[in-house]
């Protein structure tokens, strides 16, 4: 029950975090594969740690028939075999220019029909494809290039560097390929993005057994930057998901101090002699570790970096939550100078 209740608690302060990001500065972002992706996503972790698919769809409370056919949608089409469902859709009205549903339909007579007429449905929720009429001759045609940039442009797709610019650091070396199907970039998107991280130095190019990979040796977002905040998040959550990760599986491969987190909650007020002190930990904290992170480069650029070696990641962040009678528990009911100390 504990576990239950913990994992309902993630959950929630996710969607929480995922709402907010969907209406940052106005903006109201698609969410139609939102619950799609993490569905599936989920799937594939449990079966990559050995979970039977009868086990998983209990797991999700599903029917193995149903669960099945959830799966079939969002995975790989029984018409066009080593392709998702969503992606062969996608190219064949692409190739069409424009079609109509019953081809659509004829096209993918092997896969459920119920699944190609959802796949569609997302498809123009996305507006990745737009449709005009109704019924069987319903006429579909894929955005073009031209308009889905002008989609991106105004739905404030600043910062793509960035974010894929943290996604190599955190994840490289990897592929275009790795990156598009764990991500849900186009492949186009990537390269072109890729290409000119590459071309300023932020990313670089390796060969390894062949293949074309791409890492970062380092990952700095200007503190107050109006463009890359969105990389700044990612990296953030990130290094938290990693840590609680390491704890929970006891991957810790040196004294135990190094590895786990742990969180403290401090309660002051204006005229609270240590006020000042206490807003300024996140400040000291930044200078102190940019200057480690100072020496740690410069010697590594003199040195080299094997690739046999430790990346260690610190994370380290800070916020204020105003209380009061209105908002939380009253100043009689703590104690001023509580601190809660939390090791995961």
């Not at 972002?29 to 569905?39: G, I, K, N």
């Not at 930990?281 to 690739?307: F, I, M």
Request: with cysteine; aromatic share 6%.
């Amino acid at each position: 029950m504990t576990l239950e209740l913990l994992i309902h608690s993630i959950v929630r302060q996710t969607t929480i975090l995922i709402a907010r990001l969907a209406t940052s500065g106005g903006t109201r972002a698609p969410l139609a594969q939102v619950a799609d992706q993490v569905f599936y996503h989920l799937v594939k972790e449990l079966e990559e740690q050995g979970v039977s698919r009868k086990v998983c769809a209990d797991m999700f409370g599903l029917g193995l028939r149903t669960y099945q056919r959830k799966i079939q949608r969002l995975g790989e089409s029984l018409t066009d075999r080593g392709r998702s469902l969503w992606e062969a859709t996608l190219d064949y009205i692409r190739a069409q220019k424009m079609v109509t549903r019953a081809q659509v339909l004829e096209r993918f007579v092997r896969d459920d029909e119920l699944l190609v007429r959802s796949v569609l449905h997302d498809l123009c929720e996305s507006s990745l494809v737009f449709s005009s009429g109704s019924g069987p001759q319903t006429v579909f045609r894929a955005a073009s290039d031209e308009e889905i940039e002008a989609l991106r442009h105004i739905q404030s797709g600043e910062g793509l560097d960035e974010l894929i610019w943290a996604l190599v650091y955190r994840l490289g070396p990897v592929s275009v390929r790795d990156i598009v199907k764990d991500t849900g970039f186009s492949r186009d998107e990537f390269k072109a993005a890729v290409t000119r991280l590459v071309e300023s130095g932020r990313v670089e190019e390796v060969t390894v057994d062949g293949e074309k990979l791409y890492r970062s040796r380092s990952l700095v977002i200007p503190l107050g930057s109006p463009v890359g905040w969105e990389a700044a998040v990612f990296d953030h959550y990130k290094a938290i998901v990693n840590t609680i990760i390491a704890r929970v599986a006891g991957e810790t491969p040196a004294p135990p101090d190094t590895t786990g987190g742990c969180t403290f909650t401090l309660e002051v007020w204006d005229e609270h002699p240590l006020k000042d002190h206490v807003y300024g930990t996140l400040g000291r904290l930044r200078a102190e570790l940019r200057e480690v992170r100072a020496q740690v480069e410069a010697y590594n650029e003199a040195q080299g970096v094997p690739d046999d070696h430790m990346r260690v990641l610190l994370y380290a962040g800070q916020c204020l939550i105003s209380q009061g009678p209105a908002l939380g528990p009253s100043a009689s009911e703590l104690n001023a100078s509580r601190t809660l100390v939390h090791d995961p």
